[in-house]
Nanobody, 122 residues
Framework: QVQLVESGGGLAQSGGSLRLSCAAS????????MSWHRQAPGKEREFVAW????????NYADSVKGRYTISRDNAKNTMYLQMNSLKPEDTAMYYC???????????????WGQGTQVTVSS
């Protein structure tokens, strides 16, 4: 079955950096674009960044553009999010997501990881 496991979250100071990882299994990793999303307490989950299946294309939310970098290593079935110049407003639970389509195994659908907490202190 599809599994997405995030790691790398923690406490950082304003202006600091963190690198998140999303380890994937249960599907052909190199066949799918993937994305990062985040959800702060009391707020809706929001898009952060997206990367194409082979990493040639990326897209970012305006709020993180120039500070965050999404990447992937298809040999390791892992996606990353390098977060620099962190701000207190970046505090949230961060999730990775993959939409599985065009296959019967695994079952098509939107798959999410369990999330990793990022807390930025001022």
């Amino acid at each position: 079955q599809v599994q997405l496991v995030e790691s790398g979250g923690g406490l950082a100071q304003s202006g600091g950096s963190l690198r998140l990882s999303c380890a994937a299994s249960g599907f052909t990793f190199s066949s799918y674009g993937m994305s990062w999303h985040r959800q702060a307490p009391g707020k809706e989950r929001e898009f952060v960044a997206w990367i194409s299946s082979f990493g040639g294309s990326t897209n970012y939310a305006d709020s993180v553009k120039g500070r965050y970098t999404i990447s992937r290593d298809n040999a390791k079935n892992t996606m990353y999010l390098q977060m620099n110049s962190l701000k207190p407003e970046d505090t949230a639970m961060y999730y990775c997501k993959v939409p599985i389509v065009g296959t019967q195994n695994p079952k098509p659908g939107i798959y999410w990881g369990q999330g990793t907490q990022v807390t930025v202190s001022s």
